[in-house]
């Protein structure tokens, strides 16, 4: 009669193998059981570093809302609100930049001397601006590999420029900078040389632009030019283009002048302009 250890597979109280392990699959089991544990070890390891880690980004994060909440108390200067900042843009395109034009720019003999000098005023002030964040941006990079932390610390960094942001400009732009694009461009351009009030009036013009694209880069969610847009020809589209000045017609061909500035949106997971192109005919200076 088979007892009842025997028959559920006990001998003497103790379980028996089913199967009888070689010493080389003993030998792999005890090795695998190793790994097992120098795994744990490991990911113990990581999560102790990560949490470290965390705890450095918390205080990171913590100085630098103390030092926004020190800014706030002692700064005048309000940062625009997101519709303000797009209300502003196209303010800026369809004041600023079509009274310069008028005043100074009418008596170009082409367009693309129009394009040119809108284009070099902008693309001045954005490389002036990345050259000075990119430093920060590749620092965050280095330092966390993590592109959520990355994000978030650069979410915090922006509100810290934005509360700051007046002083900052004046810091990181001095007034030889602008002087430094003003003559590049009168070297290309017959404007105002030697005019002392043409000069004045395209340094002010450069300032209002460099506010407007400091501000759209700290802006959150961050603003781009579409610089390569300029000099572009397309088939004019009301729905589309603006006129920047000049009447157009329907499908006519025409000269982008001034491109849109965008901005990613987050909850639509897509692109969206806050301008239309404005546009100019190319044969305006012909007639």
């Known amino acids: 009669m088979v007892d009842k250890f025997t028959r559920y597979g006990f001998n003497n109280g103790k379980k028996s193998n089913s199967k009888n392990l070689t010493a080389h699959e003993e030998y792999e089991i005890r090795e695998a059981i190793q790994r097992l544990k120098q795994e744990k070890i490991k990911n113990l390891s990581l999560k102790k570093q990560n949490n470290e880690l965390y705890n450095e980004i918390l205080i990171l994060k913590s100085n630098i809302r103390s030092q926004i909440l020190l800014h706030q108390k002692k700064k005048g200067h309000s940062f625009p609100s997101f519709e303000t900042l797009k209300n502003n843009i196209n303010n800026f395109l369809k004041i600023d930049c079509l009274n310069f034009f008028?005043?100074?720019?009418?008596?170009?003999?082409?367009?693309?001397?129009?394009?040119?000098?809108?284009?070099?005023?902008?693309?001045?002030?954005?490389?002036?601006?990345?050259?000075?964040?990119?430093?920060?941006?590749?620092?965050?990079?280095l330092k966390f590999k993590d592109k959520n932390i990355r994000n978030s610390l650069d979410c915090v960094l922006k509100n810290s420029y934005q509360v700051d942001w007046k002083r900052i400009l004046e810091n990181l732009i001095k007034e030889n900078i602008y002087e430094d694009i003003m003559i590049d461009i009168q070297n290309s351009l017959d404007i105002g040389r030697k005019n002392e009030n043409v000069d004045n009036e395209i340094i002010i013009f450069i300032k209002k632009a460099m506010e407007i694209i400091f501000q759209c880069y700290v802006?959150?969610?961050k603003i781009y030019f579409d610089i390569n847009r300029f000099g572009n020809q397309v088939h004019f589209n009301k729905s589309k283009y603006?006129?920047?000045?000049?009447?157009?017609?329907d499908k006519d061909y025409c000269n982008v002048i001034l491109p849109s500035f965008i901005y990613y949106n987050e909850i639509k997971k897509m692109e969206e302009k806050i301008n239309k192109e404005k546009v100019m005919k190319p044969d305006f200076f012909e007639k």
């Open 102 to 141: 008028k005043d100074y720019l009418f008596e170009e003999f082409e367009i693309e001397g129009v394009e040119f000098f809108y284009r070099e005023v902008f693309k001045n002030c954005e490389n002036i601006l990345k050259e000075h964040f990119i430093v920060i941006e590749e620092k965050l990079d």
């Open 219 to 221: 802006n959150q969610p």
């Open 242 to 249: 603006d006129e920047f000045f000049g009447e157009i017609s």
